[in-house]
């Protein structure tokens, strides 16, 4: 007897359970879903105040989002070579407008590197050319000056057009909180 009420309370216990909806955070471009984030999910934005986070979400509740963050470190062994170790981890809360830009992972060309290098060297060649002027006009190039000035310009621009990622806000991209629980 014990054992069929045993056996009809646990074939029943699944029925009973209800589960719980999870909140949400979706990720949208002129009104379209791009990616939605939810507990579970792997995270990398940058915040309104600058914070760089790479983390792992915990939990989406209340227009928050609760991230869990692992300090890996790269250790060595005793035989010379090295291993990955989680020396801690960090939590963080963040409300969801309180992101500012989604990572983009960079392919092909680095325009901003590139546009830094050209950038410093037409500076720095623009200061040696005021020197040599400063110093012994008759081995002054102008034709030299100006194109370092150019070099720079170039540089400078190369720098501003690089990816910034996905800017929230600007334009296209939105953040939508998403309320999945029933109260």
Do not use: W
Not at 53 to 82: C, M, W
Not at 92 to 101: G, M, N, T
Not at 132 to 160: C, E, H, N, Q
């Amino acid at each position: 007897m014990i054992r069929l009420f045993l056996y009809s309370f646990f074939l029943s216990l699944p029925f009973s359970l209800q589960a719980q909806g999870n909140d949400f955070i979706s990720l949208k471009k002129k009104g379209r879903t791009i990616k939605n984030y939810y507990a579970g999910t792997h995270i990398e934005f940058m915040t309104t105040t600058g914070a760089y986070r790479n983390a792992l979400i915990t939990k989406v509740q209340h227009d928050s989002i609760f991230l869990q963050e692992f300090l890996v470190r790269q250790l060595p062994t005793t035989f010379g070579t090295y291993i990955l170790d989680t020396a801690g981890s960090f939590r963080f809360a963040y409300h969801y407008k309180q992101i500012k830009s989604f990572g983009k992972t960079q392919k092909g060309f680095n325009m901003q590197g590139s546009g830094s290098s050209l950038f410093g060297g037409g500076i720095l060649l623009t200061l040696a050319s005021g020197v040599v002027y400063i110093a012994d006009r008759d081995k002054f190039s102008p034709a030299l000056m100006g194109a370092a000035a150019g070099l720079a310009a170039l540089g400078y621009m190369m720098t501003k057009s690089g990816s910034k990622g996905i800017v929230v806000g600007k334009r296209k991209y939105e953040l939508e909180y998403v309320n999945m629980t029933s109260h």
